[in-house]
């Protein structure tokens, strides 16, 4: 995650990918699941800092976003 994003840019960008989810049709289970699984790993470090969730959350945008990703390759096929 780059240096500029502050703690009120990580939440707007994981909204935005959730957003782009809904917009390709990647099913909410699947972006709920992915975001509970980086929260987990994050609280499995030792403790959920701001920073451990920061990471984490970027985690889950770049699980979403690689969903959209698969999710429209198939629609291709």
Known sequence: MKKKDTE????RKLQQAVLKAEEAD???????????????KANN???????K???????????IKDEIKKQKERKIL
Do not use: F, W, Y
């Open 8 to 11: 009120c840019e990580v939440p």
């Open 26 to 40: 990647v099913p909410m289970e699947k972006v709920r699941e992915i975001s509970e699984n980086c929260v987990i």
């Open 45 to 51: 470090l030792g403790g959920a800092t701001t920073e």
């Open 53 to 63: 969730l920061d990471h984490h959350q970027a985690c889950t945008i770049k699980g």
